[in-house]
């Protein structure tokens, strides 16, 4: 029987259309490479340049060949709604574009198709690219943006590190030729990308931004931030970047004060530049400027936070402190964002007015407000800050009372900084873990000064495991005796750690199995 391609095309109409309409968000009329790969698409079907060879009615895929310079295959999967070529081009290839317009043509005008797709260009990216200005790199990222989401488009939460790298792989090819320019054109476009996926979010009914994958997308985009600052600030700059600048001053700003939703996040950002990126005085005092003279603003921003950022970033400490003076817990979260941010700005005496100010409420903060589990996480970062500051010693007491029982090993090595030895072994009395864990606390440290202080905790550890009375047990308290006979020969009390031992066996001499365990580990 003659293969009908007429025929298959028409029962195939929608996959092709759908096929047709993914081609379209794919491939940019403003990009040449795109307008030069669909001109070539379109000369194959005019030119007859596609054959149909066979069609596999079992697992419903078409063969096609297409003459070009080399010869290429495609496969088009009905059933799985894919095509293949075998060319190495990735993604959209002028094969599978030529090969769908030759069963597009059965129905419709291919001429009409590439008409409609090239009537949605406005300029050349290249074209703007060549001019090099703020305005024109705003507009590339928009051709570009507009293109993979169009207005209304559903966005799932996967799709969106896909949408994003599509983004910059598309911008990346106009990225200027020298070098000292390419940091700042890579962080341009980021930003203006991050900044145009969340207002389209906010802008589409029916997404939530409260996702695992939107958690992904921010921390994705954090550290690339990051790291393409720290390639920019290892460059001196150009005078004539000033007005990109400004440009990346205005969107950082508008991200912060007109997109919604997740204001932690997105104040983290705007924090992070202002940090590392806008550090010239006059800029920071213009911003300080306008955010006294912004009126109201929507209920999930502080402007009153706002402003103590750049107190700090222009060390203007009296302020500060006056401002700070009469927090209280509900301030807290802030005020922990604000130190870390003082620490990152390179601001000492701004980050150590902060954590005094802080200190009173820590215990309220970590004990009631940080859900459990992540008070680990917030006890080990309010260690980072607090280690850069000098505190007295009821302070440094109070601090590491505040931590509870998540502050068992910064407290423990406190002590021992102390030389308080003996309430070092008292903590852990109190708070019985595992000798693990009692050696990442400082364990090693106080046996070679006080290993008197630690033979009483050896032996509460050797108790807990003999009440499990079980042989492995008996074997794991004969391990700690011989370290706690270790202890008491370098404290001098071998003596001590003998009459210990004939103790130990006459209180358990019914445990025959313990006895056994004690006779093999020469403890006697």
Request: glycine content about 2%; hydrophobic content about 40%.
């Amino acid at each position: 029987m003659a293969l009908s391609i007429s025929q298959l095309a028409k029962e195939h109409q929608q996959f092709v259309l759908a096929k047709l309409k993914e081609a379209e968000q794919d491939l940019h009329p403003s990009s040449t490479e795109d307008e030069e790969l669909v001109r070539r698409a379109v000369f194959s079907v005019r030119n007859k340049s596609i054959a149909f060879e066979r069609f596999n009615s079992a697992s419903s895929i078409l063969y096609a060949s297409v003459q070009d310079v080399r010869p290429a295959s495609v496969e088009i999967d009905f059933v799985h709604e894919t095509l293949f070529c075998n060319c190495p081009q990735l993604k959209w290839c002028r094969h599978q574009l030529g090969a769908l317009l030759a069963l597009y043509q059965y129905f419709d005008s291919v001429q009409n198709w590439s008409s409609a797709w090239r009537a949605q260009k406005s300029v050349q990216l290249k074209t703007l690219a060549d001019e090099r200005s703020p305005e024109s790199w705003q507009l590339m990222a928009n051709e570009v943006m507009k293109r993979i989401l169009p207005p209304g488009r559903i966005l799932d939460g996967y799709a969106l590190s896909a949408i994003r790298t599509d983004a910059l792989e598309r911008l990346r090819k106009h990225m200027p030729f020298e070098r000292e320019w390419q940091p700042l054109y890579k962080l341009f476009m980021e930003l203006t990308i991050f900044n145009t996926i969340w207002r389209h979010l906010n802008e589409t009914p029916g997404h939530s931004l409260d996702s695992p994958y939107m958690k992904y997308f921010i921390d994705q985009s954090i550290q690339s931030f990051e790291s393409t600052m720290t390639e920019l600030n290892g460059r001196s700059r150009l005078f004539a970047t000033d007005p990109f600048y400004d440009a990346l001053q205005q969107i950082v700003r508008d991200f912060l004060l007109e997109r919604r939703e997740l204001f932690a996040s997105r104040l983290q950002i705007y924090m992070l530049l202002w940090a590392v990126l806008f550090y010239e005085k006059p800029r920071r005092e213009q911003e300080l400027a306008l955010l006294n003279e912004l009126g109201h603003t929507s209920s999930e921003i502080s402007l009153q936070s706002l402003k103590l950022l750049f107190y700090v970033l222009l060390q203007k400490e009296q302020l500060l402190e006056k401002n700070i003076a009469h927090v209280n817990l509900e301030n807290m979260n802030d005020l922990f964002e604000l130190a870390t941010f003082a620490k990152r700005a390179g601001e000492p005496l701004a980050q150590a007015a902060i954590l005094r100010a802080m200190l009173p409420f820590a215990e309220g903060f970590l004990q009631d407000t940080v859900p459990v589990v992540q008070r680990a996480q917030y006890v080990r970062q309010f260690q980072l800050l607090y280690e850069d500051i000098q505190l007295t010693d009821e302070e440094e007491t109070s601090l590491y009372s505040a931590f509870g029982v998540y502050g068992l090993q910064p407290f423990s090595f406190f002590l021992i900084k102390k030389e308080r030895y003996r309430e070092w072994a008292a903590l852990h009395q109190l708070n019985l873990s595992s000798l693990s864990y009692l050696e990442m606390c400082g364990l090693k440290d106080v046996l070679q000064v006080a290993p008197a202080t630690v033979l009483p905790l050896y032996h509460v550890y050797a108790m807990a495991e003999i009440t499990q009375k079980s042989r492995m047990n008996y074997k794991q308290a004969v391990r700690i005796w011989k370290s706690m006979r270790s202890a008491a020969k370098r404290a001098g009390k071998a003596g001590y750690f003998e009459t210990y031992m004939q103790t130990i066996r006459a209180e358990f001499k019914r445990l025959r199995a313990l006895q056994e365990e004690i006779e093999k580990g020469n403890l006697v």
